[in-house]
């Protein structure tokens, strides 16, 4: 039940695109089209932004998208606002009857 | 609305126990898989257990397989979280969390938590 790799932060200038990434193993990412992302704000609880690697809720902004590469999946977050600032965790069924989160990434709207 | 809000949490001793609840409005808990994630001070989200949306299977992160025990009253539309033999690394706020689909797919309501201090 290793937790997935995640860049620590990444930053960008509004109206810009960042991209975080998210790897696993060939057992989990690799393996399923479960990957989901999650932004946080801090005190707050998270919130469902992308599900089945590259699907969108409703009322998550279309800014938002996923994708998925072998045993990477990412999130890019187009046209950077103020409000995007926040944490971003990805998460991947892991096999064996667990699921796994990524450590985290702190997005900077500089 | 769909929402869930939990409650329980608390400052305990090691050895302890402690049970936090997850009572469920706007759905019916018997028609979806739900998950407890826990996120430790200055830490991020962790995995700890997951319950059928039939209520038949429930699964655990390892380090707490044989303390903790997830479970639900479908009449109360409550989901609980038993933790016993409470160790200092089970601090952290505590969420439960509904799959969307059924149990290892994706969390698309969230509560604010509840937190757990264990310490002596």
């Known amino acids: 039940q290793s937790a997935l790799t995640q860049p620590p932060s990444v930053s960008g200038s509004p109206g810009q695109s960042v991209t975080i990434s998210c790897t696993g193993t060939?057992?989990?990412?690799?393996?399923?089209?479960?990957v989901s992302w999650y932004q946080q704000h801090p005190g707050k609880a998270p919130k469902l932004m992308i599900h089945d690697v590259s699907k969108r809720p409703s009322g998550v902004p279309d800014r938002f998208s996923g994708s998925k590469s072998g045993n990477t999946a990412s999130l890019t977050v187009s046209g950077l606002q103020a409000e995007d600032e926040a944490d971003y965790y990805c998460s991947s069924y892991g096999g064996s009857n667990n699921l796994v989160f990524g450590g985290g990434t702190k997005l900077t709207v500089l | 609305q769909m929402q869930v809000v939990e409650s329980g949490g608390g400052v305990v001793q090691p050895g302890r126990s402690l049970r936090l609840s997850c009572a469920a409005s706007?759905?019916?808990?018997?028609?979806?898989?739900m998950h407890w994630v826990r996120q430790a001070p200055g830490k991020g989200l962790e995995w700890v257990a997951v319950i059928w949306p039939d209520g038949s299977q429930t699964y655990y992160l390892d380090s707490v397989k044989g303390r903790f025990t997830i479970s639900r009253d479908v009449s109360q539309n409550t989901l609980y979280l038993q933790m016993n033999s409470l160790r200092a690394e089970d601090t952290a706020v505590y969420y439960c969390a509904r799959d969307g689909l059924g149990a290892w797919y994706w969390m698309d309501v969230w509560g604010q938590g509840t937190t757990v201090t264990v310490s002596s």
């Open positions: 060939s057992s989990d990412v690799g393996a399923y089209n479960y």
């Open positions: 706007g759905f019916a808990l018997s028609g979806y898989g």
